[in-house]
């Protein structure tokens, strides 16, 4: 839901209750004016009937539309004037209506007399009817006024806005120079911008710095790899070591590839988590699975794995070329290396996805826990825990889904990628 929306909808609500409120204050208001004014016409009445009096000195009782004068026998003083409400028939609508009653005992003249003054009520459900149908109307004027009002709102003063998220999508970490952002009259769209430009700007900072880190850490650490490593190896070349002591140097030389390799791993996915691999185009993934199922040939072979295949031909999937080959080569070693001597191996792919099931140990957990990084099934010391971290992280860059399952000594992973195609 839109922000001018939710606004509108609280304004609305807000403004109903409001009314409400007010509908009972306008209707008592009304209510005692007109009772005033009642009261004040028919005073107004009273004094035009004492002139009356003052003139004519009637002797006989006067009976009139809405008055009544009784001359009375005694000489009485003037009493105070008392309001009454009473019923009495309408002279036109020829029916009972309310009325309000005036009863006043007025001297005119050495005479008193009783005067009745009568004056039509208006009744309450005609003020209640009149108040509803008042504040409908406008109640509804304001909603449509208001509609309008957002609409334009919406376009103009949230315009800014929209333009500011606009460029917060387009914008990319890898981008030399920040989006320009638009320039608003609005003092909480500037302190907005001002923050977002400043959360580019650091970002794109820590990202260089990042990207320069990994770099060189991987750089760095490479090259003793590979200066120890060759020194190792004129070491393996000499004579007069032991049977110890080359049992001791190639353990050394086994440590410093799995130093390599989980060093290159690591390098990997902080590449892919910085959005290093962005390049996607088509990827006949058919022909790329034959061409790693080959390298992976005479390891099958050896471990004597019953190797079944199911490649549907020309399946294209949208993707960065080398991470695929990356996910397909981990997938596979995973399947081979794990795989129990004498075992067997499906490979089955389709339009929809990657399917490969192996045997193997029974694992020691959730399945789902082993895309964690370092999470080991084994302790293969060849294993670094990171090939389903990368294998995740991959699928993640891609959109695709990934699953492990298992089942006593059968390992099934499914990578489904329909929702790219």
């Not at 839901?1 to 509908?23: D, E, N, P, Q, R």
């Not at 760095?220 to 120890?228: K, L």
């Amino acid at each position: 839901m839109k922000l001018v929306v939710k606004i509108t909808l609280y304004f609305v609500l807000i403004s109903s209750i409001v009314f409400l409120i007010g509908a009972v204050f306008s209707y008592n208001a009304i209510s005692r004016e007109i009772d005033i004014e009642e009261r004040l016409f028919l005073k107004e009445r009273l004094q035009s009937v004492v002139g009356f009096l003052e003139h004519r000195n009637p002797t006989h009782e006067i009976s009139r539309d809405k008055m009544v004068i009784t001359p009375l026998d005694e000489l009485v003083s003037d009493s105070e004037i008392v309001f009454t409400d009473t019923l009495v028939t309408h002279s036109t609508l020829n029916r009972i209506e309310p009325h309000l009653k005036l009863d006043v005992i007025r001297q005119v003249n050495g005479r008193a007399y009783k005067i009745m003054l009568y004056d039509l009520i208006i009744e309450e459900d005609d003020i209640e009817d009149a108040v509803r149908e008042s504040m409908v109307k406008t109640y509804l004027m304001l909603l449509l006024v208001s509609l309008v009002l957002s609409l334009i709102a919406s376009y103009y003063v949230f315009r800014p806005f929209q333009f500011t998220l606009a460029a917060i999508r387009d914008f990319s970490i890898k981008q030399t120079n920040t989006p320009k952002l638009p320039i608003s009259s609005t003092a909480e769209f500037k302190k907005l911008n001002q923050f977002i430009d400043e959360m580019m700007q650091k970002a794109q900072r820590d990202y260089r710095s990042l990207k320069e880190f990994s770099e060189n850490a991987s750089h760095e650490i490479q090259t003793p790899i590979s200066i120890v490593q060759g020194k190792l190896e004129l070491l393996m070349e000499s004579s007069e070591l032991r049977e110890d002591q080359m049992e001791l140097i190639s353990s050394a030389q086994n440590a410093l590839k799995r130093l390599s390799k989980m060093s290159n791993s690591l390098s990997l996915l902080t590449k892919i988590e910085n959005k290093e691999f962005s390049d996607f185009a088509p990827v006949n993934v058919s022909k790329l699975l034959s061409e790693l199922l080959f390298d992976f040939k005479e390891l099958i072979e050896l471990k004597q794995i019953t190797l079944t295949i199911d490649v549907e031909p020309d399946v294209e999937v949208s993707g960065n070329a080398t991470l695929l080959g990356i996910l397909m080569t981990n997938l596979l070693n995973n399947a081979v290396r794990h795989n129990r001597t004498g075992g067997s191996l499906r490979i089955e792919l389709t339009s929809t996805g990657l399917d490969i099931t192996n045997t193997g140990e029974p694992l020691q957990g959730n399945a789902q826990d082993y895309f964690m990084r370092f999470k080991k099934g084994s302790e293969n010391p060849d294993s670094s825990g990171l090939g389903l971290s990368i294998v995740q992280q991959i699928c993640s860059e891609h959109q695709f889904s990934v699953i492990y399952q298992t089942s006593a000594e059968q390992h099934h992973l499914s990578v489904r990628w329909e929702s790219r195609n």
